[in-house]
């Protein structure tokens, strides 16, 4: 039998489903797909992580005494010559966003295909509640979890050690030119390894719960991007983190299951990708311009602003900033959720559909475990509470180096000092709030 190992978020040769459900006679492949490539900008700093991650995926395989053949192609006609090629099977990790799954039918329909749950640890279909349906509330759904959460290890993936390379073409690859991409510099993290990373967060993880909200001090393990692609795995970073039988790293672990609560969700509610998951139809505010104002970072709120200018310039942004700003383009502007989660897309360097999706359906009101509709993040306190001296909004705007750090907390602060140039506010907080909670309860009134 030959197989094709179909690699795509699970960039690793630790703990992988494909190499210890790999048989004999194997062929590791990647492809480039150029269906999500196209919707691409050609700066996108995620496809040159991708890129030299793919590169050293090879490395590791060839240390196997494997390789990885890489294409820039439609699935379809990959596997149409593969097929031809007189390959047997695909093994895949599987994924259960919509254009993932048609795309695997598509391929299915050419080529037998076997699945396997690797870019996660549970498998959405196996923890329901006594009467068989979801969980939609992530609490009692962490709680039915005990047994894998308590324990002190979830065993790991070992790959198969009498696996044979096909002879095929392995030298060729396309070049990030040739995909239509520039290669672009990247944050320090992001060139080391996933447990390099998790040594350095080891000696911060006793103060993460304490700590994490304040988006001035760098307290985050840095890992969602290496997890979002593969590159070490949930049950990896899981286990690493149990070895030390501490109860500082429960909040920390806690996270990993927000993330397998959200990918959970996305599998048994799959409308829930477009469509609000609690079926609420709200006529939500069309204003382009209050839109792009919020994704330019000109809003005239300065954490709201220094969030989104560092997201855009960065691709990255803290996960009390996302809430911040998710709330006030939801909220404060009444915007349709499903615009913030498309710029999110766009930008984010670890932009993982399910928890977007979730997360952003959580700060709308709309989803599962949503944040109820009357809570809406007021920017101007939750900058106070987390960035009194105004550290990070500075790091942001060098104009502001010398300004009181009061006046970013403050409703329109910055329009009291006359040698700063900065827009007055685009919304009053306490009016948009008011008229988010009277459409919603007014939506409510009228559907149920």
């Keep these: 039998m030959k197989q094709v190992l179909w690699f795509r978020r699970d960039l690793r040769v630790e703990d992988s489903a494909l190499l210890a459900n790999a048989i004999k006679d194997v062929l590791p492949i990647f492809i480039f797909d150029k269906n999500i490539l196209k919707n691409l900008d050609k700066n996108d700093k995620r496809i040159t992580f991708v890129y030299k991650s793919v590169l050293e995926l090879k490395k590791k395989l060839q240390g196997l005494g494997l390789d990885l053949s890489i294409y820039y192609d439609e699935p379809k006609n990959v596997f149409t010559k593969l097929k031809n090629d007189n390959f047997d099977e695909v093994l895949c990790s599987v994924d259960f966003d919509t254009y993932a799954k048609d795309r695997d039918k598509e391929i299915e329909s050419i080529i037998p295909v076997k699945r396997f749950i690797d870019s996660f640890i549970l498998n ?56 239509g991409f520039e290669e672009q510099s990247l944050p320090d993290y992001l060139y080391k390894g996933g447990l390099e990373l998790l040594e350095e967060f080891k000696a911060k993880v006793n103060k993460y719960q304490d700590e994490r909200d304040f988006f001035y001090i760098d307290a985050s393990s840095k890992i969602s991007v290496h997890l979002r692609f593969g590159l070490i795995s949930p049950k990896q970073v899981f286990n690493y983190f149990k070895s030390f039988n501490s109860t500082n790293c429960e909040s920390f672990i806690r996270e990993i299951f927000w993330r397998e609560f959200y990918n959970y969700i996305l599998f048994h509610f799959p409308h829930s990708e477009f469509n609000n998951l609690n079926g609420l139809q709200i006529k939500w505010n069309e204003n382009e311009d209050d839109f792009l104002k919020w994704c330019e970072g000109k809003t005239g709120i300065p954490i709201i602003d220094a969030a989104m200018i560092h997201l855009n310039n960065t691709g990255l942004m803290h996960n009390r900033l996302r809430m911040v700003v998710a709330s006030f383009l939801t909220k404060n502007l009444f915007v349709d959720w499903k615009k913030g989660e498309e710029y999110f897309a766009k930008k984010l360097l670890d932009y993982e559909a399910s928890s977007n999706i979730g997360s952003w359906q959580w700060s709308s009101s709309t989803g599962a475990d949503a944040s109820p509709y009357f809570r809406v993040f007021n920017p101007y306190t939750q900058s106070q509470k987390f960035d009194k001296d105004g550290i990070f909004i500075k790091s942001i705007f060098s104009d502001f180096e010398n300004i009181e750090p009061k006046l970013f907390h403050i409703e329109n602060g910055l329009q009291s000092n006359l040698f700063v140039q900065y827009p007055k506010a685009i919304v009053d907080i306490k009016l948009s709030r008011q008229r988010a909670i009277d459409k919603f309860k007014e939506v409510k009134n009228e559907q149920f």
């Design 124 to 179: 959405p279909n196996s923890h329901l509640k006594k009467d068989n349906t979801p969980y939609k509330v992530f609490t009692p759904f962490y709680k039915s979890l005990s047994m894998i959460t308590q324990s002190n290890n979830i065993q790991e993936y070992t790959h198969n050690k009498n696996l044979n390379k096909v002879d095929f073409d392995y030298s060729s690859f396309p070049t990030l030119e040739e995909m």
